[in-house]
């Protein structure tokens, strides 16, 4: 079982539909992360969860909305996204929010159509 | 955000070959991290370093952090089919929760 743990690997969505992502860590770590990943542009952090509270949100679009029930389990609910959403999601994982080693998930390829 | 400019951004290189790459910023950082990211999957750390001047080897791989604080290397010896992939960089500061700082990464191609 690997450390931190994304469903589903790929989607496909409309943009009207809603659809959620899903990441699991089994590691023990007190904050969870999203980071969006786009062709030739740098790891974009979306949002930042210490303890299951939000301590970070990096502007992202309100069509994005984190959810983090417990300190192991972490999602994205996706509605009304646009082409320009389509990109590799990746979840990660840190023993704390200062923590200096992330460890990722293998990432939900979304496109968007 | 912090910038952190990576290069080359992609490389073509024989097996057997060395290869290197290194990451510059304006900003300093505490801590310099690697990671690689394999097609179609997400990045795993390769090497952490923690202070300045500091020198690091994980197998083939070496890593500096550079005295300035503000770049770092990473070097892979003897390249094999298995390197391929995109090699980041990322640099870390202890200011605020948005603490880790992320390269636009270096493609690597390794040709057999």
């Known amino acids: ?113 | 955000g912090q910038q952190l400019n990576q290069s080359p951004q992609s490389m073509f290189i024989q097996e057997g070959e060395d290869v290197s790459m290194n990451c510059t910023s304006s900003s300093i950082f505490n801590t310099w991290l690697w990671y690689k990211q394999d097609p179609g999957e997400g990045p795993v750390l390769l090497i952490a370093l923690y202070k300045a001047g500091e020198l690091t080897s994980n197998g083939r791989l070496t890593a500096q952090f550079g005295i300035t604080r503000k770049d770092s290397f990473l070097n892979i010896s003897a390249s094999i089919p298995s390197d391929v992939g995109i090699y980041f960089c990322a640099g870390y500061t202890q200011t605020g929760a948005n603490n880790l700082f992320f390269g636009t990464g270096t493609r690597l191609t390794v040709i057999p």
């Open chain 1, 1 to 113: 079982e690997t450390g931190v743990t994304q469903t589903p690997r790929h989607l496909v969505m409309g943009m009207t539909n809603k659809k959620s992502l899903k990441c699991e860590q089994h590691l023990g770590h007190n904050a969870m992360y999203w980071y969006k990943q786009s062709a030739k542009k740098p790891l974009e952090l979306m949002f930042v969860y210490s303890l299951e509270e939000r301590v970070e949100n990096n502007s992202v679009p309100s069509r994005f909305s984190p959810e983090c029930p417990n300190s192991s389990h972490l999602f994205l609910h996706l509605h009304t996204l646009q082409p320009e959403d389509s990109a590799l999601y990746l979840c990660a994982s840190s023993q704390d929010p200062g923590a200096k080693e992330a460890f990722f998930g293998q990432g939900t390829r979304l496109t968007v159509v």
